[in-house]
């Protein structure tokens, strides 16, 4: 036998103050009809009480407490097969990996903080695939769609700035890569959780839009970095700052109207990462959780038998038998005298 919720067995210590107490309250009532009545009168004024059944009226009660405890817990044994059917969403994260992801405005820099929050979003995940695509002057599937999620956090750990060797930042060939990257049709919405800065060195965002609402794509987009700007840390020399090819320091900004027009042409939804919230959990709980799901996989697995009825059952009849249990036992007209 095992237990489908352990801890309520812990419950079962408080049974111990409580006998406890009711020993207490009954031994002192005792007392008290000792000092108003003596034996003699006891008997002769009330013969059927009986101190037995005053004792078992508190142990039957105990013992339905008891059970009731310990059908919290859900005691388990035995087995039998079950269909387990498992649904979910398909949902790709396309990951901005350009140099302006090394900016410091979200500490300790935005791809790492991006990379932080996706691996939280991992946890609410239950029967969801998610795939990974990497960008930044160009675009390649990273992961593709799994339910393996250790597999996704190990390529998701891989993914570092200066990644894809063409620089510079084109989201709408991204989207077209992640739009290739799902399989087949299905009953199930769709998901791309587009996280960037909004930067765009190639356009093409209108004719992005339009493929995506053909195939009834939903993107969630997250803006990463502050609207002021800062400067980007260059690679490898510490405390220098990347310049352009007129010795210019580069600075980059967050864009969110790209974002925001790609997330509410979609049906999805646009959120700013911050330093308390990234957003991502949020825009799950909150949307993406709701979405339709469609059915993954259906197998037989073999599932414990809960047995906590029975437990019930029987403190329902102790609490029943308690109540109709009296402190005056069975009489004849010639035991009183």
Known sequence: MHWGDARFLHGLWALLPLAWMLWFLIRRRERKLGV??????????????????????????????ALAILALARPQWGSRWQEVRRRGLDIL????????????????????????????????????????????????????????YAAFSMM????????????????AQALQTALES???????????????????HEGGIDQAIARLRERKVRVFAVGVGAAAGE?????????????????????????????????????GRYVRATADDFGLDRAYSEDIANLQRDERESKLARVSVERFPWFL?????????????GERRRTTPGDVR
Do not use: Y
Request: proline share 4%; with cysteine; hydrophobic share 50%.
């Open 36 to 65: 108003l009545l003596d034996g003699e009168a006891s008997a002769r004024l009330a013969p059927e009480r009986s101190r037995a059944r005053v004792w078992a009226k508190a142990l039957v009660w105990l013992l339905a407490c």
């Open 93 to 148: 994260v396309v990951l901005d990996t350009s140099n302006s992801m090394r900016a410091t405005d979200l500490t300790p820099n935005r791809l790492q903080r991006a990379k932080w929050g996706i691996a939280d979003l991992l946890g609410q995940l239950s029967g969801d695939r998610i795939g990974l695509v990497a960008f930044a002057g160009s675009s390649f599937l990273a992961c593709p769609l799994t339910v393996d």
């Open 156 to 171: 998701l750990d891989d993914v570092h700035p200066g990644i894809i060797p063409r620089g510079g930042t084109a989201i």
């Open 182 to 200: 799902f399989e087949g049709k299905g009953g199930a919405d769709r998901v791309i959780v587009l996280i960037t800065d909004g930067e765009d």
């Open 231 to 267: 400067f980007i840390p260059a690679s490898g020399a510490g405390g220098a700052f990347l310049r352009d090819r007129s010795g210019n320091i580069v600075k980059t900004a967050l864009r969110e109207e790209a974002l925001e027009k790609i997330a509410l042409a979609t049906g």
């Open 313 to 325: 059952a029987a403190a329902a009849l102790l609490l029943a038998l308690e109540s109709l249990l």
